[in-house]
């Protein structure tokens, strides 16, 4: 399978993972508005498939920090949501993204994991943590309480894996012009 070439610049994605984490660590930021699927697909785009566990295994490990030092909470049942998109995000980057790349593709991949995963973890959220009525009432309450981490997820998301891909592209267009124009010079 060809893999998004970044003008050989392997150690991006990694160095993307990195950042997430130190940024998940150590700057406050809006509720969601860190990109990690975005991230996730990009890296599910440029590396092997047999590295993807490097990135998942790295966020899962933060999640578990966080959750247990950061904010001192026990590990619930539902944070496997969350680490079962962490999965999806870079298979999705590589079987959707790793072949072709277009802005719809971008776009789509960006909103379908973003959408799935709002209906998918606030679900779980009124499921598990008993905080609304185990009604369609509650459910909707739930819901529309998410409403604003799910607006910062969907900007975060998309202008970054619109960002991500598109500079990657030029990299590899600049990169690859240089070296054909040396190459016939």
Known sequence: MKRLYIGGLILVPYLL???IAVARLTFTHPSNLIPIFSV???FGACRPTREFGFAVLTLIGLDIFITTHHYGYKLAPDQAFTWIFYLVAVHL???VLGQKISRRRILGSSLLLSITYFAVSNFSVWFEWHMY???FAGLAACYAAAI???RNSIVAEVV???LLFSLARYTETLLLGSRLRWACA
């Open 40 to 42: 996730l697909m990009f």
């Open 133 to 135: 009525p185990r009604t």
């Open 17 to 19: 993972i990195a950042a």
């Open 148 to 150: 604003p981490f799910f």
């Open 160 to 162: 970054c894996s619109v």
């Open 93 to 95: 980057g590589a079987i």
